[in-house]
């Protein structure tokens, strides 16, 4: 897969403006960043989207499985902010904002292109478990553990639900907490709660060898 860190940004990013307002720096947040770029700071859209690139892009390539398709998502939602920019206000946190836009691109995706991922966002989720003790707990750590169990979890990710999987990458990827996981995909907090814990008790199943 292409290098995340040379991708490239989507036309129109520096272009839509360019007038430069003032230095921003790492302790910026992401919500001022972008209220500096609806109002005119082309600089800050650049921190943006180095920010945020890496996440977005995996979150698209590992919910569709097909790099020249993540690769336009990308494209997509990067300009659909660029294009939302001026009307831009600060509802929630940045993060929810751009996988908002995300999920939006997503599913007119799955919407042209797969009806069976639809229905994985349509589909009751059932009964809430409730033997997970941390809902955060991760699966091992692919980062610090063999190639092998690296593998094993993206296949494991793969087999989920189009729907569990969103929500499993946009706690991991995104940083985000269930209420924003609900915010951004436009269902309620026990729907996100549940796709979630369904999710988590997948992986760990399916890791249980390594534990």
């Known amino acids: 897969m292409e290098d995340i860190a ?9 272009e839509a403006y360019w007038q430069p307002v003032m230095a921003w720096s790492a302790e910026s947040s992401d919500e001022e960043l972008m209220l500096g770029y609806r109002d005119g700071d082309a600089a800050a859209f650049d921190v943006l989207y180095a920010r945020h690139k890496g996440g977005l892009y995996r979150y698209l390539q590992r919910q569709c499985r097909n790099a020249a398709a ?6 997509d939602v990067w300009m659909n902010l660029i294009r939302a920019r001026a009307g831009y206000t600060v509802q929630a946190r940045f993060t929810t904002y751009l996988y908002r836009l995300a999920h939006n691109r997503l599913i007119d995706h799955y919407r042209k292109n797969s009806q069976a991922a639809i ?3 349509e589909d009751a989720d059932g009964e809430v478990l409730e033997d997970l003790a941390d809902e955060r707990a991760l699966p091992p750590d692919a980062a610090h553990d063999s190639r092998q169990q690296a593998l094993r979890l993206l296949e494991l990710l793969a087999e989920l639900p189009e729907a569990q999987r969103e929500a499993f990458l946009l706690q991991q990827e995104g940083g985000m907490s269930i209420e924003e996981i609900a915010l951004a995909t436009g269902v309620t907090r026990e729907t996100a709660k549940s796709r ?3 999710a988590m008790s997948k992986l760990k ?5 390594w534990r």
């Open 205 to 209: 199943r399916g890791m249980r060898e």
């Open 6 to 14: 040379s991708r490239r940004l989507p036309a129109g990013g520096q």
């Open 70 to 75: 993540a690769e336009e998502l990308f494209q």
């Open 196 to 198: 979630l814990r369904y």
């Open 119 to 121: 229905s994985s966002f």
